[in-house]
């Protein structure tokens, strides 16, 4: 992660953010056997969850309903059955396993009780949150350190990230800057610099975490589609989502891997409090960009 932050003297240490973002783990990675999800996961019924999960459920369920269904945290079966969870071991699943995975799939079919512990329909569904959790992360950082007492400040951890107040310094925006999807990984090239205040910024793409068949040389993105169980083959190479937190955005750029483009823009059309950037590739293979009025408006002009 990478924070900066304004102010006069020392507010917020560094160990300070990795207690919390231990405590965050604990509660929501599945790459630790002894988080609570891990936990609950593995069948243990017994599990208080805390506001962290919660939180994170909450953000999740409104995108499930929203997307209907589209971004859906209990598809960790699917994940794990493809490679790409954290156990990473490659397989290629056959339609009849696809099928028999996709009964233990469904938002709805999990519940968080009054007691705070987790109930699941079927034993075997999987909960996995890391489509959401690394942008909510953020958030958690964020509202830390506004607790703190620091107005302006850029907090960016694994790629998702929130700007708040202003670089004072340079009595300027905070500017992040927008990777070329279609650069070779020793390059940097960008496709644009945004003016960001107050929003987080997400970006997915299937261009990122794909993973390679030795034998064929086929590619798998890292994005697939919980109503069909396949892994989703698009024309859109990113999608860089802004909104009000960066959880909000994280989960809404992992939905637009999976929608059509022209999906995309009757979504976005409807929710005015998304900003998109989304990158594709047309006919001929060339890239294009669809981008929303509100995000034209937070692009950085060279000039400027």
């Known amino acids: 992660y990478a924070i900066k932050y304004i102010a006069k003297e020392e507010l917020v240490s560094k160990r300070q953010i990795d207690s919390l973002l231990l405590a965050f783990d604990m509660s929501l990675s599945t790459y630790r056997n002894d988080s609570k999800i891990s936990k609950i996961n593995s069948g243990d019924t017994t599990v208080v969850v805390d506001d962290l999960f919660i939180k994170n459920w909450e953000i999740s369920y409104e995108i499930y309903k929203a997307t209907k269904g ?26 009849k396993q696809i099928d028999s995975l996709l009964q233990y799939v469904g938002f709805d079919k999990v519940r968080i009780n009054e007691d705070l512990t987790v109930s699941k329909q079927h034993k075997e569904t999987y909960i996995d949150f890391n489509a959401i959790a690394q942008g909510y992360s953020v958030d958690v950082a964020v509202e830390f350190m506004k607790s703190k007492g620091i107005e302006n400040a850029i907090v960016e951890i694994g ?3 929130y700007a708040f107040g202003k670089n ?107 900003y998109a950037m989304l990158l594709y590739s047309d006919s001929d293979n060339e890239m294009q960009q669809f981008i929303t009025d509100n995000f034209k408006e937070l692009i950085k002009n060279n000039s400027k």
Do not use: C
């Not at 970006?203 to 989703?232: C, M």
């Not at 999608?239 to 059509?260: E, P």
């Open 159 to 161: 790629g998702e990230l």
């Open 168 to 274: 004072t310094i340079e009595n300027k925006n905070w500017i992040v800057g927008i990777d070329n999807p279609l650069q070779k990984p020793e390059e940097r090239t960008l496709i644009a610099k945004v003016n960001l205040e107050n929003l987080g910024m997400a970006t997915s793409g299937n261009y990122r975490k794909v993973i390679t068949d030795e034998e064929s040389g086929e590619k798998f993105v890292h994005i697939i589609n919980p109503k069909t169980g396949l892994a989703q083959k698009s024309n859109i190479l990113s999608a860089t989502i802004l909104s009000k937190s960066a959880g909000i955005a994280d989960g809404y750029a992992t939905a637009f891997m999976l929608m059509s483009l022209e999906e995309s823009k009757v979504f976005l059309q409807a929710h005015p409090d998304l």
């Open 70 to 95: 589209l971004f859906d945290p209990t598809i960790g079966v699917l994940v794990n059955a493809y490679g790409f969870g954290p156990n990473k071991t490659r397989q290629n699943p056959t339609s």
